[in-house]
């Protein structure tokens, strides 16, 4: 199957960093658009092959496969907005919506789909670097047009996955292991403040733990990454944690006791966690604690 010709509506982190790492790896691309002129000269000025189109139509005219990198809320009137050509493919990059946003593209007798790498874009810099080896979520109307996106996924160093399903399920789980991966880092950075010591300290600190702790999921997996004191039954060390927790930071004691009881299973399946330490852990963290 030929590549196709590639347009991006919408020079955000996630269009920019999308048409670069697809240019790179030989897709040509033919135009682009966005509402703010300088983000698609700026891309533009890198790739030199492609145009800067006057208007989303323009895009749509202008190539076989239609990238809509605008937000989420954006996605469904855009399409509607555009008199698609059927020979023009047309697909979005949100984790958590369907093809069926795209049903006016549909109407217009397109092809449609998904095509979401699950990867952060803190900026395209980074998300460049970050693309290779990824997971690309993909849904699409047509076979066609499933292989089209897989071969894409597969061009870019990632590993194509076909979505069925809730869809909202699958961009929670994401969420939950990024975006919550940085809340947790805060809650845990902060308490360095405790000790006389500043957040950034603690986060540089941390983050080599972190990732140690990534390598071993990668290398062991789950439940045997685990470790820590719920993974050795060490009732002691998760009590004065309870207490200092209590004492320095109340507020943060219903998160880790949250998380303490769901670590109790992974150290039961582990085989660490003995059936006496397990409970009395959990009698432990159900207990009404004082603060101090």
């Known amino acids: 199957m030929d590549r196709p010709t590639l347009g991006f509506i919408g020079i955000g982190t996630v269009g920019t960093a999308l048409a670069r790492a697809l240019a790179a790896v030989g897709y040509a691309i033919s135009a ?9 000269e700026r891309l533009t000025s890198s790739l030199p092959k492609t145009r800067v189109a006057e208007t989303p139509q323009g895009i749509a005219e202008a190539c076989d496969l239609c990238f809509l990198t ?7 009137p855009l399409a509607q907005s555009i008199d698609w050509p059927p020979r023009c493919a047309v697909v979005h990059c949100s984790g958590t919506a369907s093809i069926d946003i795209l049903g006016a593209a549909a109407e217009d007798g397109s092809s449609v789909g998904v095509f979401h790498p699950l990867q952060t874009f803190a900026s395209p810099e980074q998300a460049a670097l970050n693309i290779p080896g990824s997971t690309f979520g993909i849904e699409a109307s047509t076979d066609d047009l499933a292989r089209m996106l897989s071969e894409m996924a597969l061009a870019l160093g990632g590993t194509p996955l076909r979505l069925s399903g809730e869809k909202a399920i699958y961009h929670a789980s994401a969420v939950i292991a990024s975006n919550y991966l940085v809340t947790l880092l805060q809650m845990a950075s902060s308490l360095w403040e405790k000790l006389g010591l500043s957040a950034k300290d603690g986060l540089d600190a941390l983050l080599p733990l972190v990732r140690g702790t990534l390598a071993n999921l990668e290398q062991v997996g789950l439940p045997d990454a685990l470790t820590g004191p719920i993974a050795r ?23 880790y006791k949250e998380l303490a009881r769901r670590t109790i299973p992974i150290g039961r399946a582990k ?6 330490s397990a409970t009395r852990l959990s009698a432990r963290l159900d207990a009404e604690h004082d603060v101090g």
């Open 233 to 255: 039954g060490d009732v002691g060390t998760v009590e004065r944690h309870l207490d200092v927790l209590g004492c320095v930071a109340p507020e943060l004691l219903p998160a």
């Open 271 to 276: 085989g660490s966690l003995d059936d006496a």
């Open 32 to 40: 682009v658009s966005s509402r703010t002129q300088e983000d698609a």
């Open 70 to 76: 605008v937000n989420d809320d954006a996605i469904e």
